[in-house]
């Protein structure tokens, strides 16, 4: 009788490697001398850029003065501002996503694009870069946003609940954007004063600009199912 060989065990299947998040934020950190006076002056620099993009993101302003006859929803008078959902498409997509199970290429390539001009605006503002923001090139800051397929990664219901399934991260992200704040106004120091950006303040920023891009893709570009996780990184 030929000798029948021993079988060899098949081996056990690993488990495949968890795939990153298909929401990516970078900016390059300027390693050369920064611009102290550009710097010096961030908030006046950054006006031209900030109303246009304004203009595209929604943002009105109106003077009411009932003396002559104008009113409004708050009823007094003085300067009243109104915003739309930041100039993306929320509610269209939204409502395609549940009854047509479909998120249209170019509304998602509008609010990817404008996700990446505002943030370019937002990274200028906060000294991460000296460049100023272009509206289209993507310069040193590196957006990224996974086009999903929507029957095989999106639940058509989930839409309607994720802004109130994020409220855990509203209110974390309320302390970074505070300790943000401050280490922007570190940062102009020692920029203003020693040419330089510290680089644990730099990444620091940038992280929090990370989690909050993740969280506005999961409950509002709606390009993700995919719960942000509680990281910088």
């Known amino acids: 009788m030929p000798e029948v060989p021993a079988s060899t065990p098949s081996p056990v ?6 795939t990153a998040y298909p929401v990516t934020l970078s900016v390059d950190y300027p390693e050369h001398k920064r611009n102290r006076l ?13 109303i246009v993009s304004a203009l595209l993101t929604g943002f009105n302003a ?20 109104t915003y739309s959902t930041m100039g993306v498409l929320f509610l269209a997509t939204l409502v395609m996503i549940l009854f047509r199970q479909k998120y249209p290429k170019w509304w998602f390539d509008w609010n990817l694009a ?23 090139e993507e310069q040193a800051v590196h957006l990224d946003l996974r086009y ?22 509203y209110v974390v992200l309320a302390f970074l954007v505070i300790a943000a704040v401050f280490a922007t106004i570190f940062a102009w120091f020692a920029i203003v004063f020693a040419g330089s950006h510290p680089r644990s ?3 620091f920023v940038v992280g ?3 989690w909050a891009i993740r969280v506005g893709a999961y409950a509002f570009l709606l390009t993700t199912d995919r719960y942000p996780p509680f990281s910088l990184s």
């Open 13 to 18: 299947p690993m488990p495949p490697p968890a």
């Open 38 to 50: 550009t710097a010096f002056f961030r908030l006046f620099t950054v006006i031209p850029i900030a």
């Open 62 to 81: 109106n003077w009411n003065d009932r003396r002559w006859g104008s009113a409004t929803w708050s009823g007094g008078d003085g300067w009243h501002y």
């Open 114 to 136: 404008l996700t990446r001009f505002g943030t370019r605006v937002g990274s200028y503002f906060v000294l991460l870069r000296d460049e100023y923001p272009s509206t289209d």
């Open 148 to 169: 999903p397929d929507v029957k095989k990664e999106l639940n058509r219901w989930l839409p309607l609940v994720k802004w109130l399934l994020a409220i855990p991260h």
């Open 201 to 203: 303040l730099f990444d």
């Open 208 to 210: 929090v600009g990370r």
